[in-house]
């Protein structure tokens, strides 16, 4: 794979430079570890994409705290909490806020910095940017202006979640944070049912209980995996059943951060066997969703569904008595 990986950066290396003999001599080998481009190559104008632990301050590879110390300018969603981590590695790099709230401002702007020939590390406040984290606008603005945007990889925690699980990862669909709300949640749930890949999720610790709860009434119950505190000293992987992850998640308050890992759909998940109460909730939702009002959704999703109205109500409401429970 390292054999593989070297000759496709050679095929694909922007410009020719002649290397230090060090370099020559630690990359002469077959399967010899290449040294990263930015030691041969002018790191000025780019932008680094630099991931940076997810809890365990050894979990950062030498290339990203070299980059660090090496660029104009950090890029960081919080200042002070990445300044502790800057500080533990004696880095004095200027910082820069960049978070959700300024990123459009931010992008230009550090756009105008690179093109002035200023280096530029992009970190979020754990991990890898741009995964459920702040980026992508610059990342954009770079490419569409030629920059070169450059990623130094290391943590991201649903691989690290993902690795240790035990469920399969041959194929895997990362879904981010499911939404905050049931509704849009449960919408969002019956959109990935029938895919047939491990479901990775963020999710926070309030509300990992109600997560639980509906992905067991929408994707049945599957084997499921809560990855929490990763490379911290309370790690923990709770394995089982979507049901008995809910009943371990339901009588204790849940800490700290969290990767929900589900498998796949095995296929027996289809239309004709959901029940007749799922299918017509599963419509109103989706109906909803779309901003129908909720009578004539009901009306709509019942007659779709061929079912009196009134028993459609019925079954309605007996659906909403279980869920709430
Ligand atoms: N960019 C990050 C990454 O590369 O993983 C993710 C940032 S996102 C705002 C934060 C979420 O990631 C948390 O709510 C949790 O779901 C997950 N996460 C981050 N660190 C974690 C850890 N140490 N253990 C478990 N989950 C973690």
Do not use: W
């Not at 910095?113 to 770079?142: C, H, M, Q, Y």
């Not at 690795?163 to 849009?184: I, K, V």
């Not at 909403?320 to 429970?325: I, P, Q, T």
């Amino acid at each position: 794979m390292v054999a593989a990986a070297s000759r496709f950066s050679k095929l694909t290396s922007p410009t020719t430079v002649s290397l230090p003999k060090a370099l020559l001599e630690q990359s002469s080998g077959a399967f010899a570890f290449r040294l990263s481009d930015d030691r041969i190559t002018a790191v000025a104008g780019k932008l680094f994409i630099i991931a940076t632990p997810i809890g365990n301050l050894e979990d950062i590879t030498e290339r990203a705290v070299r980059m660090l110390r090496e660029a104009d300018l950090i890029a960081c969603e919080d200042t002070r909490h990445t300044r502790k981590l800057l500080n533990h590695f004696g880095i004095s790099t200027s910082t820069i806020s960049y978070h959700e709230h300024n990123e459009q401002s931010r992008a230009e702007e550090l756009c105008g910095l690179l093109e002035a020939g200023k280096s530029i590390a992009l970190v979020s406040d754990a991990g890898t940017p741009l995964i459920s984290d702040p980026g992508f606008r610059v990342v954009n603005a770079a490419i569409d202006r030629g920059i070169s945007v450059v990623p130094i990889p290391g943590p991201v925690a649903f691989a690290a979640a993902l690795s240790a699980s035990g469920l399969p990862t041959d194929q895997f669909y990362f879904a981010g944070f499911l939404p905050p709300r049931s509704s849009a949640r449960r919408a969002k749930l019956i959109e990935l049912r029938a895919i047939p890949a491990t479901l990775v999720f963020y999710e926070a610790p309030h509300r990992i209980k109600a997560a639980l709860k509906d992905a067991l009434e929408i994707l049945g119950d599957r084997q499921a995996v809560v990855a929490r505190e990763l490379t911290k000293l309370h790690e923990e992987f709770t394995r089982g059943t979507l049901t008995e992850l809910f009943q371990r998640f339901a009588n204790s308050e849940s800490r700290g951060e969290m990767v929900l890992i589900i498998s796949g759909s095995d296929g027996s998940i289809s239309d004709s066997e959901t029940s007749p109460e799922t299918r017509l909730c599963d419509r109103i939702d989706q109906l909803e969703r779309d901003g129908v009002d909720s009578k004539t959704a009901l009306k709509q999703a019942a007659k779709e569904l061929g079912l009196k109205r009134d028993d459609a109500y019925r079954m309605l409401v007996n659906q909403k008595n279980r869920r709430s429970r």
